[in-house]
């Protein structure tokens, strides 16, 4: 009996020790499956930054190019409507109006030049 039952431990113990390769062998490769998704995800979020950045210099630039064409727009704007006044009030027709649409043109180019950072550049030279 006691040889029967020195047999069932080595049985069992080479069960338990062939259960815990195979234990070991799965985990490896769930280790190695996950890892390979994780490195796949990290590429995807590496991109998705580098494009959100690509869309936010997009939108930074589209701002500014609005920004800038209301400048302009604005003060030829404000010109026609002073030359416009003028006419009105010294019965001077079309002069009043021509003059001032000429300044606000003026002043509105100086004003994109200014938000775009021209003009520092050229005070900085001087």
Do not use: C
């Not at 062939?18 to 995807?44: F, M, N, P, V």
């Not at 509105?108 to 200014?114: A, E, L, P, Q, T």
Request: glycine share 12%; aromatic share 4%.
């Amino acid at each position: 009996m006691a040889e029967g039952t020195d047999g069932g431990e080595n049985g069992s113990r080479d069960q338990s020790s062939s259960d815990e390769a195979a234990l070991s062998a799965r985990l490896g490769s769930l280790d190695h499956r996950l890892s390979k998704i994780q490195d796949s995800r990290k590429i995807g979020t590496d991109q998705s930054g580098t494009e959100q950045d690509t869309a936010q210099a997009r939108a930074s630039a589209m701002a500014v190019g609005l920004r800038l064409s209301s400048e302009l727009v604005a003060g030829v704007l404000v010109g026609a409507a002073l030359g416009w006044g003028f006419d009105r009030l010294l019965s001077t027709s079309p002069w009043g109006l021509i003059v001032f649409l000429l300044l606000g043109f003026i002043a509105g180019v100086i004003n994109v030049m200014r938000a775009a950072g021209v003009m520092a550049k050229q005070s900085e030279r001087l």
